[in-house]
């Protein structure tokens, strides 16, 4: 049961973070929330990615690889929502490039967006988090793509 309560209130902190990255009413404020964004979906990537590396797998049991998947699929559900926004994309990209630790590059930021914008199992929806398989099915081919274009 506690287990359950701390991955409620993340789902509630990430619902509310990623609310607040889309209500930025003007360019400045929209460009800042799309770094912002693309940031913590960069750092967690990342944090995935070690992991991943590490154990050979995402381990939905373990806080911080929970955690680090659902900023990624907040990420993605912000990307995918102002996938037609030229500017939202820049910024995100931007941030992603700033926070990755040089594992996102400006010649693979593209790559792995793209990647991003093809999977289909990252929605976010704290009545559907059931679908953690989907989720981490998508988070693997990202993570894939990523160690890919890092080579």
């Known amino acids: 049961m506690k287990k359950f309560s701390i991955i409620m209130m993340c789902v509630a902190c990430l619902a509310f973070t990623s609310c607040k990255s889309l209500s930025g009413g003007g360019s400045s404020s929209s ?3 799309a770094k912002a964004t693309g940031r913590n979906t960069a750092t967690a990537l990342v944090g995935l ?3 991943y590396r590490a154990n050979g797998t995402i381990s939905l049991s373990n806080t911080a690889d929970l955690t680090n998947a659902l900023v990624v699929a907040t990420g993605y559900t912000s990307l995918r929502s102002n996938q037609n926004n030229a500017a939202y994309k820049t910024s995100f990209a931007s941030g992603m490039v700033s926070a990755s630790t040089s ?3 400006t010649a693979n ?3 792995i967006i793209n990647t991003m914008n093809s999977l289909t199992g990252l929605n976010v929806n704290a009545a559907t988090i059931s679908n953690n398989v989907n989720t981490v099915t998508a988070l693997l ?3 894939q793509a990523l160690g890919t274009a890092s080579n």
Do not use: F, K
């Open 109 to 111: 930021v593209n790559s």
């Open 103 to 105: 594992l996102i590059t």
């Open 141 to 143: 081919t990202l993570i």
């Open 31 to 33: 460009d800042s929330a």
């Open 49 to 51: 990615y070690n992991s």
